[in-house]
């Protein structure tokens, strides 16, 4: 059972998120819902490779016992990498959506009808 | 004709090379930075070219990073190029190298344009990368580089309210696009330890989780290509970027269609062709899934189309119903996969992803002509250009009737294809396909006579042709366009029906890479 | 943006010189310990954006020309190249293939040594081109996140402005 909890976690993390896409009017926090979703999907990448009492894979002499399988690892990493660019362009992109708007209401902001 | 296996992974990396090279040329001066960018992407088309060549005649290529050979295929990057993705590069390169020759003169006045030039390069090597790809977790990372790329360049005119508006509905879908993506990859790889495609398509089971994973799959490639639920970002983005963006966007909407295509026959190939789930084979359900997509997509694009007053949204909702064209040829052909007209139907489905990036494309470089001459979209005040514009009117009603499938052009060809099959597969979704296009050609009637018919306004009694340089980009498309029409048939023998039936063969890919095959 | 107190601007000077240096040994250590060029280039850029926040954007953007920024751009362009370009002489030296190790093992060049089958003492004078790949990226992202948070900073003094 205690090995479920990273799952829960994982699902509490992507409903919230989805929760905040959906039911927010303000621009910021829709940015940290995805934010929220991104941690989940991280989360459930990282737990995919734990192994029940392993050790970290950066030995070149492991103390013995089993490792943690480590691409799992790399994928999160660039996952990663990939959300600081995507988040750092979302908010500039609310930055000058307040500059142009004056709001950051996601009901007013919205120009671009039909 | 042979090309060594080095060409594979130089088709992404020059565009990236380039882009990082493209901010030092631009300090030395603007015009060299622009024949630097072209060249660049001269080069990548004359390799997709050389490479087209190859694939076509010889088979599938695979190309393993960093190692010798095909070891340890778990772990390595690999590219898997067959005649589908050669297909999507050859449409994706042609568009790119016109975008940019077109931008030559349409975004002189601009500030800002080695960032522009940078991201451009950047999209392009992101587009081939997903196309080229044969790995998973590549494919998502391919897919964000597009989704980043095109969002900064949507958002390009920064300036405008609805621009960046536009720039930030789409990096909110693209980015929950991809989150889901990324997801069904780790439910996969959770599985089957592995994240290669033919790998994981030699051993999927289609259990409780796989069906999870398709369908997140699904739903997030097909909110990136615009189906009709999803597509409320579409209008916006093309109607809010800069034309020759608009172009480019068009073709990296194909390539998360290609993402669609790739996942249900080849990902899934294996459970498509022999599971049954609940006495319905798998392929029906899925076909008739898309199909009803497809029929939606049709009717909503051209009904809202009808009501657009601005030029370019016009012409976006226009592309929606294109869009559902492609997926009606596909979703016939999935549904009755294995017989001679579902085989039809995937040749016009496929046929109809190169006319409709064509077509639209040059529909949305007239109407960046039009605002490059008189600064304005709204069709409620334009009207009488074709007085001074006689060159750009030819190219639009060039345009016009391929769009709305009229003989003798490339769109004519692929639509036939697609109505004859699908008239065998349920008549009712024939005659409302046919109709629609009626109704297209009607929309398109109408934006030429208030833009360009009528009396000459007193307003745009000095405006002028556009520059050469946008004349010939729009030249080269209609001359293809024109071709395409001409002769259909080289076409289809030639590229299209080798990507049919690479899409059909998904055991010949896997075999590639996993010993023995299935 | 205005500058924040005195004592928060010494403190952060004095810390800044640590942080830089801790970011510059993770990305060092990249081959041999978890993180490499993205994690130390965080690490640097985030000393930098504490130096920001402490002194403010007007006091910054005076010192700042636009010379300085141009700098900034060429090095993150610099780092991509240098990541791309190694790639590239994958495909010149060694056995031709794009992204190939050419430097691993070879004894007489730099970074060029044999990793020792259980050693626990991590060498790292190893790893080939991996090191140096992380140079390349840790000086992109040192300059492409400072780049991101100055142009941020930027944008708040322009608001203020107005």
Known sequence: MIYNIPYLAVAALILLGLYALIFKRNLIKMVIGITLIESGVNLFLITLGYRKESIAPIYTSSPG???????????????????????????????????HYGTLDARETRRLKE | MNVPDYIIPLIVAIPLLGAFLTPLVSRINDKLRNIFVIIVLALNAVLVFLLASDILTTGIKTYVFGAKDLSYPIVRILFEVDAM?????????????????????????????????????????????MVLTGDMFNFFVFLEITSIASCALIAFWIHRGESVEAGFKYIVISAMGALFVLFAVALLYGQYNALNIALLSSVIQYTFLDKIALVLLIVALAMKAGIVPMHMWLPDSYGSAPSSISIILVSATLASLYGVFRVIFTLYGNVLSNIANFGIPVNVFIGWLIVALAMVSILIGVIMALIQTDFKRLIAYGAVAELGYMFLGIGAGITALGTAYGKTALDGGIFHIINDALDVGLLFLVAGAIYYATKETSLDKLGGLARNMKYTTVFFVIGLLAVAGMPPLNGFASKLLIYESTFQLNPILAIVAILSSILLLAVFVKVFYSAFMGPQLPKFKDVKEVPKSMLFSMGVIACIIVIFGLFPEVIINNIVEPAANALIGYSEYISQVVAGGI | MSGMS???????????????????????????????????????????????????????????????????????????????????????????????????????????????????????????????????????VIAGLFGIVLLMAYATRLKEGK
Do not use: C
């Not at chain 1, 600081?84 to 500059?99: G, K």
């Not at chain 3, 020309?65 to 994958?90: P, Y």
């Open chain 2, 85 to 129: 993705s050669i297909f999507m590069a050859i449409i994706s390169s042609i568009l790119v190298l016109v975008a940019v020759v077109y931008s030559w003169s349409f975004m002189e006045k601009n500030t800002g344009l080695d960032k522009y030039y940078t991201l451009i390069l950047l999209l392009t090597a992101g587009m081939l990368g």
């Open chain 3, 6 to 140: 005195k004592i928060v601007k010494t403190i952060s000077s004095i810390i800044f010189p640590f942080i830089t240096i801790y970011g510059l040994y993770v990305i060092a250590h990249g081959h041999l310990t978890p993180g490499g060029g993205f994690q130390g280039g965080a690490v640097v850029a985030s000393g930098l954006a504490m130096l920001l926040v402490a002194y403010g954007s007007v006091w910054t953007m005076g010192k700042l020309k636009e010379k300085h920024l141009s700098i900034n751009q060429t090095l993150e362009s610099v780092g991509a190249i240098g990541f791309i370009g190694l790639a590239f002489f994958g495909l010149i030296f060694g056995t031709k293939i794009f992204f190939n190790n050419f430097l691993v093992n070879k004894q007489d060049y730099l970074f060029g040594a044999t990793v020792k089958l259980g050693e626990t003492a991590a060498n790292i004078n190893t790893a080939g081109i991996l090191p140096l790949m992380n140079f390349a990226v840790g000086l992109k």
């Open chain 1, 65 to 99: 016992g089993i490792m943690s399988f480590p691409v799992p690892q790399a994928l999160t990493l660039t996952s990663i990498v990939i959300g600081v660019a995507v988040i750092a362009l979302m908010l500039s992109l609310v930055m000058h959506i307040y500059r």
